[in-house]
């Protein structure tokens, strides 16, 4: 099959904004979505502060969201199922006119969401909330979807990993309209108490709009974030016949193992490198046309390091050329959404050809030296762009966006 796989529907969820517009702006001008937790009393903690959705999310999700069943949803299945929704009617998506069993979902998530912080106290619904394929149901059953409905659960590549499983299901000609994307929220006393304990979060809680610093020489771990991102992915040909708008073509992915360190990646940066070179091939995109990269970067010390040296390893003197840039610095670590989101704005890239800065990075790390973009967004012209995702647990993935 040679027809193209492009993207017809965008939107997100974010501390940003709660729909893709806002979000793209508030990137673009380089806002920091990070603040004191407003979700609990976070009094106790070393870390009280995160990528906070806006106040108003829940009054913006009953606009799409019926209240008797958003009884039975955790806030992660609201984020996913309004996000959804929205792409959708926004775009002006006729799934009536497809049959349904070739309609799929496929969802990316590491916590629905059933923490402490939700507060049930109708036990008929701690079954319905537990559940993380929750997330992909929800949506099946708001468009009458027949095919394939599923989420993949791979740490922070989670929803990377199911925009490729979507492209495979449309290009083996399984389905012809897939919703991927994913939703996760890890906001709440327990995780945050676990990620502490790793030393893997930042505790700046004296500046947290200042905490998520990627690439910076005092960056001291990344911060926590929630959100949802959605994609509507389909074949050019059938987007084409109803003059879609399309935002690029999904053209290629790799998805690859460490097997290495359930938390670190290898030291040399060769694991993430590996699945560069496999996704610039399956995509078949010369090296030379990637003209920007939305990094992993984390803020940690690790990740931004051997990422750094990945990109380095694969694209040699062209490293220098392409320009990088995390959205964690303004968003947060958003988990089994990050992919999503980021493929997203990596799309949206391509197709108003504008990267959004890093933020924070005032302090360069001297190792550190490819185009960050630290000084504002900037506008670029791109042939094609990657979106990395590497998890722990070793999952790593890279996704191929070209400009149609």
Request: charged share 20%; proline share 3%; with cysteine.
């Amino acid at each position: 099959m040679t027809d193209k796989i492009v993207i017809t529907g965008i939107n997100i969820i974010t501390a940003l904004g709660l729909n893709i517009e806002t979000s793209w702006q508030n990137l673009l001008a380089g806002k920091s979505g990070i603040k004191p937790i407003q979700l609990f009393d976070p009094k106790d903690l070393e870390t009280r502060f995160a990528g906070q959705l806006p106040e108003n999310f829940e009054d913006h999700a009953s606009q799409y969201i019926k209240k008797r069943i958003a009884k039975q949803m955790t806030r992660v299945s609201r984020m996913c199922l309004t996000c959804a929704k929205e792409a959708v009617e926004k775009h002006q998506i006729p799934v009536e006119s497809y049959m349904p069993e070739r309609c799929a979902v496929i969802l990316g998530v590491v916590n629905t969401g059933n923490s402490s912080i939700e507060k049930e106290t109708d036990e008929k619904n701690t079954i319905l909330k537990g559940m993380n394929n929750a997330l992909s149901a929800w949506i099946s059953l708001e468009f009458g979807f027949e095919g394939p409905n599923y989420t993949i659960a791979t740490a922070c590549a989670s929803s990377a990993y199911a925009i490729a499983q979507g492209y495979e299901l449309i290009k083996q000609d399984q389905a012809d309209l897939v919703i991927v994307g994913g939703a996760d929220s890890i906001i709440n006393p327990e995780e945050i108490k676990g990620f502490n304990a790793l030393y893997a979060i930042s505790t700046r809680n004296e500046s947290p709009e200042t905490a998520s610093r990627p690439f910076s020489a005092d960056r001291d771990g990344f911060v926590i974030g929630e959100g949802a991102g959605i994609l509507i992915l389909e074949k050019e040909s059938i987007a084409k016949k109803r003059n879609a708008k399309i935002y690029a073509e999904l053209a290629g992915y790799a998805l690859t193992s460490e097997a290495y360190n359930i938390m670190s990646p290898k030291t040399d940066g060769e694991g993430m490198a590996k699945t560069m070179e496999k996704a610039l091939k399956h995509a078949s995109v010369s090296k030379e046309n990637i003209h920007y990269i939305n990094a992993h970067g984390t803020s940690t010390t690790l990740n931004d390091k051997y990422e750094t040296l990945a990109i380095e390893k694969t694209f040699e003197q062209h490293a220098k050329n392409i320009a990088i840039s995390s959205s964690k610095s303004m968003l947060g670590h958003t988990i089994g959404a990050a992919g999503a989101i980021e493929a997203a704005i990596t799309a949206m890239s391509v197709h108003q050809e504008m990267v959004h800065p890093t933020i924070n990075l005032t302090n360069p790390d001297p190792e550190l030296t490819l185009d960050y973009i630290p000084e504002g967004s900037r506008e670029l012209k791109i042939t094609a762009a990657l979106s990395n995702s590497f998890a722990f647990g070793g999952h790593n993935a890279c996704l191929v966006f070209k400009k149609i």
